[in-house]
């Protein structure tokens, strides 16, 4: 028998984690995060990871998996999602990913692979050199002028990376085939969308909140154990803001307006990405509801 799975993505803030839990509850499911930054112990207030009450009664999974000072990319989390949904489905429970990084949503439905090409050392050790003159940044804004949605799923440190999609942009890449972990499942799939405005608001009220809960201590205390703004994970929305408050170069009402700005503008990069996707059905909150219910009712395939 094919087993079902529900994928549940979208804008931030759109309500993406209440109804994963909503859903886990009436269908005795379990939830694994597709989100990049809940990987990371102690950054909580800022990823807006669902509370431990949430977690002690529904299981999460890939969330609280590394440490602030570590790396982690689509490849280890197709493993670890893929470990995950065989634990589940293993206790006959409903596997619901959850999350708004686009490229895990993408490479766990379309798979993934980076694809070959010859190499081309000259290449690499020109942008090698730039990176030591003028900073990693600088050879990924190259990248993100040339290709501004690869550029977003790939963080500016790492180098090799992002050295590697600019000389596919150069040569071009040969056509390889990848293989969804989720092929012998019968997949729900719904991207959340709301009016802009709605959307922004929400993620005002968001921010307003996290402030309130203690985000500022959080990244204080970060820092404090020796995160610094070069690290995978403290390049964050929500963290990267306040390294320029805590050297007194921001004020705070500055550092929380940029906070809410970039959780904007990212906002408007996770629709264009998300519409790269066509298995993913992007609705509002309530369609989205009713179209996982149908599905896991047996009234709807997705």
Known sequence: MIK?????????ASGKSNLALEIAKKFNGEIISAD?????????????????????????????????DETYNVGEFLKDCSNAITDITSRSKLPIIVGGTGLYIKALIQGYTLGEHASNDEFRKKYQELAKIHGNQYVYDILKSKNPIKAQTVHPNNLKR???YLECEEYGEMPSTSISILSNFNICAVGIIEDRELIYEKINKRVDKMIDLGLE????????KGANNQLQSMNSI????WFDYFSNQSTLNDTIGLIKQHSRNYCKRQLTFLKTIPQVELCDLKTAKIKILKFLEGEHKC
Not at 4 to 12: A, D, K, M, S, Y
């Open 238 to 241: 929500g963290y990267k803001e």
């Open 4 to 12: 079902n799975i529900v994928i549940i993505t979208g804008l931030t």
């Open 162 to 164: 992002v050295i590697r």
């Open 36 to 68: 990049s930054v809940q990987i990371y112990k102690g950054l909580d207030i800022g990823s807006a990871k669902d509370s431990i009450e949430e977690r002690k009664l529904i299981p999460h999974h890939l969330i609280d998996i590394k440490n602030y």
């Open 217 to 224: 201590n959080e990244v204080k205390s970060l820092i404090n």
